[in-house]
């Protein structure tokens, strides 16, 4: 028999299980089930919810509360050994009875059984991120960085309070990114992949104008992994400059593959990476509780 649990702080025995269970998941997916967010939560051992079968977890869901006027959302994900028993469904009823409103979910890969679950409860698509990629030995256009502007990397200990301010404003309108705090970048600081090397700053009249986050993963995959400047140095062609300063550092690095993730509306900057060489890979999709 099944059993449900509502949402509450994980051992360290049931985190190190899901893990496992996500892994599993990825593993016969081809995708990973959570984003790198949940897994960071998971990791740290905050809430989430749980399907236990036979004295193991088969499931888990995490949520993050509604905050301000963004909706609460979510993520879900069943062990492949423990599908098509109803565990998402009950997964993702729990998420919306505890939203106790609007609810998004994210369904990383588009696959057809969370798009069909998605339907029958109801939700509708409301937003799809396209990972891109390319290959990291392909030609790359040299940067050209505008006059007056200067370029170095990240350091750790002066730098987190100006990179958040200007993340903040150039993220305005992204609150999944936008609305970072202090301990959301010393948390990825801490992980085994943050490297100072590839996060590169460009500097104004001495003021942080714009950056270019880069993550390597295993495998030999390379990640521009954000890209952001500040709405008042908008015109410089910096978004274009930092992209190509990080290609090349992953490219340097000998990677076989460089990827990125990028907003299907965001029309302008889909034609940026195109423009790069990068084309469409994979497809994560957010369904939403409320009528689109």
Do not use: C
């Amino acid at each position: 028999m099944s059993e449900l649990r509502a949402r509450g702080t994980l051992k360290d025995a049931e985190v190190a299980e899901v893990l496992a269970l996500v892994e599993a998941a990825e593993e016969a997916d081809g995708v990973g089930p959570l984003s790198e967010h949940a897994v960071l939560a998971l990791r740290g051992g905050r809430t989430g919810m749980a399907i236990s079968e036979g004295g193991g977890i088969v499931g888990y869901a995490h949520l993050d509360p509604a905050s301000g006027e963004e909706p609460a959302s979510g993520e879900l994900v069943v062990h492949p050994e423990h599908r098509r028993r109803g565990h998402g469904r009950a997964l993702l009823r729990a998420l919306r009875e505890e939203a106790g409103g609007p609810l998004r979910v994210w369904a990383h890969g588009d696959l057809p059984a969370a798009a069909a679950l998605a339907e029958s409860e109801g939700m509708t698509r409301v937003r799809v991120l396209l990972q891109m990629r390319r290959p990291a030995a392909d030609p790359l256009p040299e940067p050209e960085v505008a006059g007056g502007v200067a370029l170095r990397t990240f350091e750790p200990g002066r730098d987190e309070r100006a990179w958040l301010d200007v993340n903040a404003r150039a993220f305005a309108d992204h609150p999944e990114q936008g609305a970072w705090t202090i301990e959301d970048l010393r948390e990825r600081e801490r992980e085994e992949w943050f490297d100072p090397s590839g996060f590169f700053l460009a500097e104004r009249d001495g003021r942080l104008v714009g950056f270019h986050w880069t993550k390597i993963h295993p495998g030999g995959v390379g990640e521009v992994y954000v890209v952001g400047v500040d709405p008042e140095a908008q015109g410089l062609g910096l978004g274009r400059a930092l992209t190509l300063t990080g290609l090349h550092y992953l490219r340097d690095a000998g990677l076989d593959q460089l990827m990125l993730y990028v907003d299907e509306s965001n029309t302008a900057a889909v034609r940026l990476y195109e423009s790069l060489g990068f084309t469409r890979y994979a497809v994560d999709v957010m369904y939403s509780t409320e009528a689109s």
